[in-house]
C-alpha cells in the first residue's frame, strides 16, 4: 500500500512538474522572453500584483491577449507600440509607460531596431491565469 501511494505522488509531481514546463513554454514564445520578478498578494482582497520583464527580439509581436487586472507597462530598452483595443496605437520609447485597463485585449510590438524590453505591472484577480489569448 505504501508504495501505491508512493507511486501516485511521484505521478502528481511528475504531473505538475511538466505543466510547469508547458506553461513556460507559453510564456517563452519565439523571440519573447518573460522573467518574473516579483508575486505578492496585494491591500486589496482577492487581488495580488505581479511584475515580469518581457523581452522582445526584434520585428517580434506578441499575441493578441487580456489580463484579468490591470497592466502598468514601462519601457525599459528600445521601442514598443502597443494596439489596446478601443484606443488608437501608441509608440513608446525607454522611459515611456502606458496602462492597459483590465480585460482589453493588446498587443505590444518591437518596433525599434535591436532588442525591446518592458516591465509590466499587474494588478490581477488572484488564483487567476494572468493572460488569455484571442482565437
Known amino acids: 500500500m505504501k508504495t501505491v501511494h508512493t507511486m501516485m505522488a511521484a505521478a502528481v509531481i511528475a504531473g505538475s512538474a511538466l505543466m510547469a514546463q508547458a506553461a513556460q513554454a507559453q510564456v517563452q514564445m519565439q523571440g519573447l522572453k518573460r522573467t518574473d520578478i516579483l508575486k505578492s498578494d496585494f ?3 482577492g487581488r495580488e500584483v505581479l ?24 519601457v525599459l530598452e528600445g ?5 489596446i483595443e478601443g484606443k488608437p ?9 502606458v496602462f492597459i485597463p483590465a480585460g482589453a485585449m493588446h ?8 532588442k ?20
Request: aromatic share 8%; glycine share 8%.
Open 43 to 45: 491591500s486589496v482582497p
Open 51 to 74: 511584475q515580469v520583464r518581457v523581452d522582445f527580439a526584434e520585428g517580434v509581436e506578441s499575441p493578441k491577449h487580456a489580463h484579468p487586472g490591470e497592466e502598468v507597462a514601462f
Open 107 to 114: 498587443v505590444a510590438k518591437n518596433v525599434g531596431p535591436g
Open 116 to 135: 525591446a524590453s518592458e516591465l509590466a505591472t499587474y494588478l490581477v484577480q488572484k488564483g487567476q491565469p494572468l493572460a488569455t489569448f484571442a482565437k
Open 89 to 97: 496605437p501608441v509608440t513608446l520609447k525607454v522611459g515611456d509607460a
Open 79 to 83: 521601442t514598443l507600440e502597443y494596439r
